[in-house]
C-alpha cells in the first residue's frame, strides 16, 4: 500500500527507551546531546527578533521560485562580510538545508542513482536519500592523532560508479568537526572534472571555528569548479532552526550553472516553499550573527576545553582534535566495551547520556559524541560523572 521510501526502522531503540522511562518518573539526566540551540540558554536578541518578524510587506503574496530578491542580497552580503563576491541570482532560497538537499538530489539524481557522503557523519542524508529514492555510498573520512582527519581519496575514487552523481562535503563535517583544506578542495575538485559529477558542499557549521588552522576553508564560494553547490541556513548560522530559511549558493562553468538555475527553478516554482515573513525579516536577523554567533563559539570552545581537560589523564578516554562545529568526539576503544553497552550504562547508573557512535557510522565501535553546546554546568557534572 504505502511506497518504498519509507521501509525506514524508527522503532525507538533501548537507549531511547530508557531516557523516557527515567524522564517519565522524573529523574534528573545530564543531556549531553542536545543541538537545539533555543533551549540550551543562549541570549538572542528576543526584542529585535519579535519585532521585525512581522512586516506589513508580508500581506501581499509575491512569490519567486528563487526567493525575494531583497533576502538574497542579504545573502551576498553575507559572503562580502566574509571576503566572497557572490550573485544574488546564483542563490536559491529554502526552508533548510534539509530540504535544499531535497532539491538537489530531485536536480541531480534519478532513482537509485548514488551520492557519495562522508563517513562518519550526521544520521541525515540517508533518510533524504531515500526519500527521494536514490541512495548514499558513503566514502572514508580518517583519524590520524597527529594530524587529525583527512578524506580517503583513494577509497573515495573507487566507490565511483556510472550511477554516482554527486560528492557531498560537509565543511566542517558534523561530528567529526573537521574543516575542508584547501589542498582536499583541490583533489574533489579533479574528480568532479574527470568523472562529471556535482560536488554539493554544506557549510552550515562554517562559522563556527575552534582552531583550524591556515589551510582550512571557511567557505568554498568563489573558487572555481566545474558545478557546486554551497548550502547554509539561519538554522546553524543563527541559532534558528525555528526560523526555516536556508539557500543554495550556485558556482561553477557559466552554461552548467545556468542549466542548474534553470532546472532549480522548475523544482522551487512547483512548491514555492518558504514564507514570506522570514525572507523579509532575514536582513535584521543577519544583523544578530555576530552576537548570537560570539557567545555560541565561546560555549562550544569552553566545552571542549573541559572535555580535554577532564579526560587528560584518563589513559582509556582519549579526545578527538575538534577544528570547530558543536559536536566533540570521545574514543574508549581501549575499554574493550561494545558501544551499546557503554552508552546504555552511563544512562541507567549515572543518568548521563551522551551518542554512540554508530548514530554516525563511524567504522569500528568505542566512539562517543557529545554536544558542545550543552549548558556548562551540565557538561561538568555529566564529565565529572562519566569519570568518576
Ligand atoms: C551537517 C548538517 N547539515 C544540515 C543539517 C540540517 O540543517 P537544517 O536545520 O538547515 O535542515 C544538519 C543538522 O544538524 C547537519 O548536521
Given at each position: ?61 509575491e512569490p519567486d521560485p528563487r526567493g525575494l530578491i531583497s533576502a538574497r542580497e542579504e545573502i551576498a552580503v553575507y559572503y562580502s562580510e566574509i571576503g566572497k563576491y557572490v550573485q544574488p541570482d546564483d542563490i536559491f532560497v529554502v526552508p533548510s538545508t534539509s530540504e535544499a538537499y531535497s532539491y538537489l538530489f530531485k536536480l541531480l539524481l534519478d532513482a537509485d542513482e548514488e551520492v557519495l557522503i562522508p563517513q562518519p557523519c550526521y544520521p541525515l542524508f540517508e533518510f533524504l536519500a531515500k ?258
Amino acid at each position: 500500500m504505502f511506497s518504498r521510501r519509507l521501509n525506514i526502522d524508527v522503532e525507538p531503540n533501548e537507549l531511547t527507551l530508557l531516557y523516557n522511562a527515567k524522564k517519565k518518573y522524573g529523574e534528573r539526566i545530564y543531556d549531553l546531546t542536545s543541538t537545539n540551540p533555543t533551549k540550551l540558554g543562549f541570549n538572542y536578541d528576543t526584542k529585535q527578533i519579535v519585532k521585525h518578524i512581522i512586516d506589513e510587506r508580508s500581506l501581499v503574496y509575491e512569490p519567486d521560485p528563487r526567493g525575494l530578491i531583497s533576502a538574497r542580497e542579504e545573502i551576498a552580503v553575507y559572503y562580502s562580510e566574509i571576503g566572497k563576491y557572490v550573485q544574488p541570482d546564483d542563490i536559491f532560497v529554502v526552508p533548510s538545508t534539509s530540504e535544499a538537499y531535497s532539491y538537489l538530489f530531485k536536480l541531480l539524481l534519478d532513482a537509485d542513482e548514488e551520492v557519495l557522503i562522508p563517513q562518519p557523519c550526521y544520521p541525515l542524508f540517508e533518510f533524504l536519500a531515500k526519500l527521494d529514492m536514490c541512495r548514499v555510498v558513503y566514502y572514508p573520512l580518517v583519524y590520524d592523532y597527529r594530524g587529525g582527519w583527512t578524506t580517503d581519496f583513494i577509497m573515495l575514487e573507487k566507490k565511483i560508479t556510472p550511477k554516482t552523481k554527486a560528492i557531498l562535503i560537509i565543511n566542517p563535517n558534523n561530528p567529526t568537526g573537521s574543516y575542508l583544506k584547501k589542498e582536499e578542495y583541490n583533489k574533489f575538485i579533479t574528480l568532479a572534472d574527470k568523472y562529471n559529477l556535482s560536488l554539493v558542499v554544506d557549510e552550515v557549521f562554517s562559522d563556527y571555528e575552534i582552531s583550524a588552522g591556515e589551510t582550512a576553508l571557511k567557505s568554498t564560494a568563489g573558487i572555481e569548479s566545474n558545478i557546486t553547490f554551497i548550502l547554509n541556513g539561519f538554522s546553524k548560522m543563527l541559532g534558528l532552526p525555528q526560523m526555516k530559511f536556508g539557500w543554495i549558493l550556485i558556482q561553477g562553468e557559466e552554461g552548467k550553472r545556468r542549466e542548474a538555475i534553470e532546472r532549480l527553478e522548475v523544482i522551487a516554482d512547483t512548491y514555492l516553499s518558504v514564507a514570506t515573513p522570514v525572507q523579509y525579516a532575514a536582513k535584521m536577523l543577519f544583523k544578530t550573527r555576530e552576537k548570537i554567533q560570539e557567545e555560541i563559539k565561546q560555549r562550544i570552545s569552553e566545552n571542549y576545553n573541559l572535555l580535554k581537560t577532564k579526560f587528560l589523564l584518563n589513559p582509556d578516554v582519549k579526545v578527538l582534535n575538534c577544528e570547530g562545529g558543536w559536536s566533540g568526539i570521545l574514543n574508549y576503544e581501549n575499554l574493550l566495551i561494545p558501544e551499546d553497552e557503554y552508552v546504555f550504562k552511563l544512562l541507567d547508573t549515572k543518568n548521563v547520556l551522551i551518542h554512540p557512535g554508530y548514530y554516525y557510522d563511524f567504522f569500528t565501535e568505542g566512539y562517543a559524541v557529545l554536544s558542545l553546546l550543552t549548558r556548562q554546568e551540565d557538561m561538568e557534572e555529566g564529565l565529572d560523572r562519566i569519570c568518576g
